[in-house]
Each structure stands twice: as C-alpha cells, then as structure tokens.
C-alpha cells in the first residue's frame, strides 16, 4: 500500500510539474504543511499559527500578501477541528456567554440581508461565527490544563514583540504596525497588561530584570505612538492592578521610574525636552483640531455614524458594511472592504450600532456587558485575595484594556483584524478562569510577591 500510494503520488507530480512554477500553488502547498504539522498538536501550536496568521497580515512586512486569504483558511480550520478536539475531551460546558455569543451572530446574518453588500456583509458574518466557534472550542482546548506552558510561552512571545518592535522602529527606521495608533493599540492590549503581570509574578532575579526591561521599553513604543486611547488603557489597567492588588507601593515605582526619565532627558538637552513636550501636548490631546477641543478628532466619525444609525435604525447597514456614499452600493459580487463600504467610526460600539441596528445591538451589548462582569469579579478576586499568581488576572487586564482602547477605535468586531482574534480570545477564555468568591481563599494583604510560581496559587485554575 505504501509503495502504491508513492507510485500515485509521484505520477501526479509528473503531470501537473506545470503548478510547482506557480508561487500561489506553491504558497498554498506550504500553508497546508504548516497547518497539518499545527492540528498534529493543535493545543500547543494552532494559537500560535492563527496569531501569526493575521498578524502577519496586518503588519508592513515581506510576503503579506498571501495571508489576505491564508487567515482565512487558518480560522476555518481552527473553529472546525477545535470544535472537534473539545467534544472529543472532559472539557467545561458552554455558558451564558457562548449563548450571547450565538446571539450575535444570528444578528450578524440577519442584517447582512438587508446590506447592499449582501455577499461581503454575509462572508464578514461567517467570519464571526467562525471566530467564535475558535474561541469557545478550540482556544479554551489550548489553555485548559496546559495555563503554565500556555503562560510562559505567552510572556516570551510579548518580550520578542517588543524588542522586534523597538529594532524596527528605532533602527531599521521602519513602522511595520502601520500607523502610531496601531502600535499603541498592539502594545497596549497584546503585550503591556501581559509584561505587567508577568514582571510582578517572575520568580528569580534575571527573569524580572529581563521583563521589567521588555515593560519599560513597551511603555516608551505606547507614549512614543502619541495614541491617546492606549495611552488611557495602559494608565487604567496600571491603577486598576495596583489598587486592587494593594500595591501602592508599585504604583508610585513607576511614577518615579517616569519622572526620573523625564528628569534625566531634561538633563541631557533641556530644549529638546521643552519642544517634546509642546509636540506632546498638541499632538496627544488635540490631535490638530485644537479649535474643536480634545475630542475634535473623534466628532466628524461620530456624527456621521449617527446620522447612518438614523437613516437605518431597526437592522443597520449590514455586519461589517458601512456605505461612504461615495457609491450607491450595487457590488453584490464583491467580497472584501473597500473605499465604498468601510470608513472609520471612531468607535467599535458605534461601529456594530451602525452594522446591525438598534435591534441586532442588544446581543452585542450582552457580550459585551456580560465580558465586563467577568473583569469584575476578576478585580473583586483581586482584592480579596491580594495576590497576582491567578491566571485570570493577565486576561482580565487584557480584556479590560481592549473594552477601554474599542471605545475609541473601531477593531473590536472588525474579524480582519488581529486585535479582534487576540481580544475574543482572551475573553472567552475568561469566562473559564474567572474565581469565585467560595473557591478562591481570602488571603493576608502581602507587601510583595511570593517567589512561588503563579501554578502553586489553588485559585489560579478555572473553578468553574
């Protein structure tokens, strides 16, 4: 059988030699090696696959033209052979939050047939469901039961992004996240609530140096992207650690670490430091609409959106469809956003306002409120227990950056985006993870961390 299957398999290479000259087949030959040596050991390896995927993508680098269509394939086969791994296995059930999730893209599909873009706005809402199928199968698969591995791979992956960030941008000169309020919202979300938690939880000397350095360097990268929106979240998720966990002592560490740099630039050439922070100031707050205030920026994205909400207000535009009125929308064949179908909201929460009604909203708003909940008991946890080795508290602290961050920028239902898969990712993930006030101990308040691994802590395992 082996012999006869090499005998097919090489006549068939011999026939159709003409294909291996053609570098989408050949791209799509390895794509597909790649994704069966990921599903060979999907719980360590597809996550990993899925990220770069769309990272990949979403970045200005060499060769990120075939994954336009590559991500694609990576989630389909993610939600499809996740879905598979977890019936298969003694995993948690689905819950509340799954249920609304169901909810969501039932609205999605609903006001894709009101769209002018049917076919795109159906293909945006197929790649919702897709996204959510993931992470309610296949990513909790990834985590449950491996949190240690999981974790530590996750905080090298932060440290390596930052570094590969700063060299990009520092000495290559080249801004591979695109525009700054893309680096800030990378840094903010994906790595800086990550660093945080992981600098307080290393357990010898030279991982924390090492962390507290990859911590401060993707500090400079957010305020060195001017973004305001990750700028606030890193600020919120900062306090939110620090009060909750009784660190007030770490609090006013970073103060002083941040007046002490400002200090010392001051120090070094004191006319630079003036002009910088004149630039900051014009730059952060007002964004070159000084005469129309701090959110001057924001208003014209704002209004349009309002004034689309008004002109369909039961169903929306259709998921992932937001006419410019550049074009009166007869694109029925077209399948990916252009110049006629996205512009920018200046809001996530605006953006699925206007793609699926006031009445398709409320699921939405259900996800979201219920995601919100879990963070809240997160930091309830927090404070009762004063301890930061639960695994729950890095995804909190994402999930709490990206609701902040979504308020102002319009990734957090845009599927394309890899802002969206990392987010989703970690609040579903969340639902498992959150402790309950019966299972997780209430501690002593500790003036600082064990040296213990976050694994010894008994409430850093999902309880539910």
Not at 404 to 422: I, K, P, Q, R, T
Not at 454 to 460: K, T
């Amino acid at each position: 059988m082996i012999a006869l299957g090499t005998g097919i398999a090489l006549y068939l290479c011999y026939s159709h030699l003409q294909y291996f000259g053609d570098m989408p087949f050949l791209a799509g030959i390895l794509l597909l090696e790649v994704i069966l040596a990921c599903i060979w050991k999907f719980d360590e390896r597809f996550f990993v696959l899925l990220m770069i995927a769309f990272i990949w993508e979403g970045i200005s680098v060499p060769f990120r033209g075939p994954w336009a269509t590559g991500r694609w394939v990576v989630l389909f086969v993610g939600a499809v052979v996740g879905y598979i791994v977890w019936a298969k296995s003694p995993r948690k059930p689905f819950g509340a939050l799954h249920l609304f999730a169901f909810f969501c893209i039932c609205a999605a599909f609903v006001s894709a047939t009101v769209s002018l873009w049917v076919r795109m706005a159906s293909l945006k809402a197929l790649s919702l469901f897709l996204l959510f199928a993931y992470c309610a199968s296949g990513a909790r698969a990834a985590v449950i039961g491996r949190e240690r591995s999981f974790f530590r791979g996750l905080l090298w992956g932060c440290e390596i992004a930052v570094y590969f960030t700063a060299i990009c941008y520092f000495v290559l000169g080249e801004s591979i996240w695109g525009n700054p309020n893309s680096l800030g919202a990378a840094m903010s979300i994906g790595v800086f609530p990550i660093l945080l938690w992981g600098w307080r939880t290393s357990d010898g000397p030279t991982a924390r140096f090492r962390r507290l350095v990859a911590f401060l360097l993707c500090t400079y990268l957010i305020f060195f992207s001017m973004a305001r929106a990750a700028i606030v979240s890193i600020l919120l998720v900062t306090l939110v650690f620090c009060f909750c966990l009784h660190q007030y002592k770490l609090l006013l560490r970073i103060a002083a670490l941040f007046l002490f740099g400002a200090a010392l630039a001051g120090m070094l050439a004191p006319g630079t430091l003036e002009t910088k922070l004149f630039d900051f100031k014009e730059t952060l707050l007002y964004k070159g609409h000084k005469d129309e205030g701090i959110l001057g920026s924001r208003l014209t994205p704002w209004q349009k959106t309002i004034a689309s909400i008004k002109a369909h207000p039961m169903f929306g535009t259709g998921y992932g469809t937001a006419p410019t009125g550049e074009d009166p929308g007869f694109g029925f064949g077209t399948t990916s956003s252009s110049a006629e179908t996205a512009r920018e909201h200046g809001s996530s929460y605006m953006a699925i306002t206007e793609w699926v009604g006031l009445l398709g909203v409320l699921p939405f708003i259900m996800l979201v409120g219920l995601t919100a909940a879990n963070v809240w008991k997160v930091c309830a946890s927090m404070n009762r227990n004063v301890d930061p080795r639960q695994y729950s508290i890095p995804l909190a602290m994402v999930v709490l950056a990206g609701l902040v961050h979504a308020g102002f920028e319009d990734w957090l239902f845009a599927v394309g985006s890899y802002l969206c898969v990392y987010f989703w990712f970690f609040a579903f993930l969340l639902a498992d993870f959150v402790p309950s006030a019966a299972a997780v101990p209430v501690a002593r308040a500790v003036s600082r961390v064990p040296r213990s691994s976050p694994a010894a802590f008994e409430g850093a395992v999902p309880t539910r």
